[in-house]
């Protein structure tokens, strides 16, 4: 697609193609034949035959697309394909105690687990390009601005450790919806479906449990998207700083990524923030994707008309341009170079023009190093806290 390299970039775009669709619905397909065998459903054989028949490239996007329209959904003909695809014998045992909601709703967090994985690499990889900012200028004094206005001393380094900060956090929370709420969803027709079928199926898939079917109870997906909503906006906090900072007037700042990034078409002395740039772009789309999946939480008794419908492609980009963001942040950060020289000299107008904390900025410079530190300490106590978990776990 043509705007791709700003709206796709990363991995996480990847998983969430019509390809990658189609490939978590028929691993949910051969999941739940598998599931039936272990819940005496399904032959154990028949079982086999089906998930040997569970590969996309057996499969047809284009016709699966045309005739989804028919149907509201593309489980009812990708079962019909599937069926003729295992043969008439195994036909009967194909999409045995499941709904084309239930498919449709474990194909979705089947998902959005592959889109996380590669999206919090990049979120934990660009929060520890800021921690090595802020580590390695966690002294280098500058002018802090409020309302967009001069007003006095802090760290580059402090800047960065509450990047640093906002981005783990933020990524906290995604990493704990992968592990409590990326649930599998069997509810048979009216939500009575079978509790061992069910437990056989999140086991198969690697999805959590739930207590209870959630056909018409949609917070696991608001919860994701709010997550989401969230990290893509502690990755814009950074762009919208370094777009600032970047400024020809401030020159703090400049992206890395060589001197062929950020051509202008019609100016040559520019050099645009390009990553920054496009963080921004991935993180304004963001907002109003979160919000239709909010509005979509009051579903008309055992399944919604429409509601439910319309969360398909909008988890999908919500997916996509959080992932983008993310990636476009990583990049941004890693690549991002510091002029203390020009932090200084704006700092020493800030002095001639009678701010007098600014002629002596020590006690500000040892407050925000004091902060930085303890920033730096906390990440490195939670990371010494996982390894230590990670070793015990290998035990």
């Not at 062929?260 to 789309?285: D, E, F, I, T, Y």
């Not at 959080?322 to 476009?328: E, I, L, N, Y």
Request: proline share 4%.
């Amino acid at each position: 697609m043509l705007f791709d390299g700003t709206y796709a970039r990363g991995a996480a775009a990847q998983a969430v193609t019509d390809a990658g669709w189609l490939r978590a619905l028929l691993d949910v397909e051969a999941g739940l034949a598998r599931a039936g065998a272990v819940t005496a459903i399904v032959p154990a054989d028949a079982a086999e035959r089906i998930a040997a028949a569970c590969v996309p490239e057996r499969f047809e996007l284009a016709a699966l697309a045309r005739d989804a329209g028919e149907h509201a959904t593309v489980v009812v003909p990708l079962v019909r394909a599937l069926k003729e695809a295992v043969g008439a014998a195994d036909a009967g045992f194909v999409h045995a105690g499941a709904t084309s909601q239930d498919v449709l709703d474990s194909a979705a967090m089947l998902l959005a687990r592959r889109a996380l994985e590669p999206l919090l690499a990049d979120a934990r990889a660009a929060a520890a390009a800021a921690a090595r900012l802020a580590a390695a200028h966690r002294d280098t004094p500058m002018t802090g601005r409020t309302l967009l206005q001069q007003a006095l001393p802090t760290t580059f380094g402090l800047r960065a450790a509450g990047w640093t900060s906002a981005l783990d956090a933020a990524r906290g929370d995604v990493a704990a919806v992968v592990t409590e709420r990326l649930a599998v969803q069997l509810g048979g027709p009216v939500g009575t479906g079978s509790p061992a079928l069910t437990a056989a199926l999140a086991r198969e898939l690697g999805l959590v449990e739930p207590l209870l079917p959630w056909h018409t109870d949609r917070g696991r997906v608001v919860v994701l998207a709010a997550a989401l909503g969230a990290l893509s906006g502690s990755c814009a906090k950074v762009a919208r700083d370094v777009t600032l900072l970047s400024q020809q007037e401030v020159g703090e700042l400049r992206e890395g990524g060589g001197a062929q990034r950020g051509g202008s078409s019609a100016m040559a002395h520019k050099r645009n923030p390009v990553a920054a740039v496009s963080v921004l772009a991935c993180a304004a789309r963001v907002p109003g994707l979160v919000a239709t999946l909010l509005a979509g939480m009051a579903q008309e008794h055992e399944r919604a008309a429409g509601a439910w419908q319309a969360e398909w492609g909008t988890l999908s980009e919500l997916l996509a341009l959080t992932g983008s963001a993310v990636a476009w942040a990583r990049d941004l950060l890693e690549g991002l170079e510091v002029d203390p020289a020009r932090m200084r000299d704006n700092l020493a107008r800030l002095a001639a023009a009678g701010v007098a904390e600014a002629a002596d900025p020590a006690a500000h410079v040892g407050a925000a190093a004091e902060l930085v530190e303890r920033v730096l300490s906390a990440r490195g106590a939670s990371a010494s806290a996982a390894a230590s978990a990670a070793r015990e776990v290998a035990r």
